[in-house]
Nanobody, 114 residues
Framework: QAHLVESGGGLVQPGGSLRLSCAASGFTVSAYAMSWYRQAPGEERELVASISKDGVIPGYVASVKGRFTISRDNAKNTVYLQMNSLKPDDTAVYYC???????WGQGTQVTVSS
């Protein structure tokens, strides 16, 4: 059975950094494009970043370009989201997903506040 487990969230001050991890089990991440979504309170879930199977083609929502970096380590069956220069508007629950399989993790809370 496929599982995705996100970790690395927490409370950080504006301008700070966090690295989220998404550990997969029950399937091989190298076979799929992977994505990170986020959902802020009262808002719809939003696609933040995606990465192709071979890791060559990342994509980002405009609001995080230049600040967030998605990457993957297929040997560790893990996907990452490096988040720099965090802003209060980045506060949300962040989810890892395999879009073509509709696999979702449980999410990890990121709170950016002074």
């Amino acid at each position: 059975q496929a599982h995705l487990v996100e970790s690395g969230g927490g409370l950080v001050q504006p301008g700070g950094s966090l690295r989220l991890s998404c550990a997969a089990s029950g399937f091989t991440v190298s076979a799929y494009a992977m994505s990170w979504y986020r959902q802020a309170p009262g808002e719809e879930r939003e696609l933040v970043a995606s990465i192709s199977k071979d890791g060559v083609i990342p994509g980002y929502v405009a609001s995080v370009k230049g600040r967030f970096t998605i990457s993957r380590d297929n040997a560790k069956n893990t996907v990452y989201l490096q988040m720099n220069s965090l802003k209060p508007d980045d506060t949300a629950v962040y989810y890892c997903t395999v879009p073509v399989r509709n696999y979702w993790g449980q999410g990890t809370q990121v709170t950016v506040s002074s």
